[in-house]
């Protein structure tokens, strides 16, 4: 099983972004998913998951009610939408998969990651 994030990018404070994390080799629908992030000099931050029904999420406070995680199962495909960006939001942004209901560190795969620069 192989994760392919994409989406990232450089935007203004105050933009958008949407990433995506497909599953290669695998069904997105055995997995339950999850976001992390690390900006520069800063450890690893678990910001978002979704189990594999999609019933439970999680958001860490530093997101809770700008991003939003979903899954479409059809495409293999999970997605972090990413509201009012703000220059601490830049950081190498990458995907996780589990086969557990809800963690926050037993991840079984990891995705290499798509950069995100927020500029002020």
């Not at 997995?31 to 800063?42: E, H, I, L």
């Not at 589990?98 to 798509?114: A, K, L, P, V």
């Amino acid at each position: 099983v192989q994760l392919q994030a994409s989406g990232g990018g450089l935007v203004q404070a105050g933009e958008s972004l949407t990433l995506a994390c497909v599953v290669l080799g695998g069904s997105v629908t055995t997995y339950s998913m999850g976001w992390f992030r690390q900006a520069p000099g800063a450890d690893n931050e678990f910001i978002s998951f979704i189990n594999w029904d999609g019933v439970t999420t999680y958001y860490a406070a530093s997101v809770k009610g700008r991003f939003t995680i979903t899954r479409d199962n059809a495409k293999n495909t999970v997605y972090l939408q990413m509201n009012s960006l703000k220059p601490e939001d830049t950081a190498l942004y990458f995907c996780a998969a589990t086969t557990r209901y809800y963690t926050d560190s037993e991840f079984d795969y990891w995705g290499r990651g798509t950069k995100v620069t927020v500029s002020s």
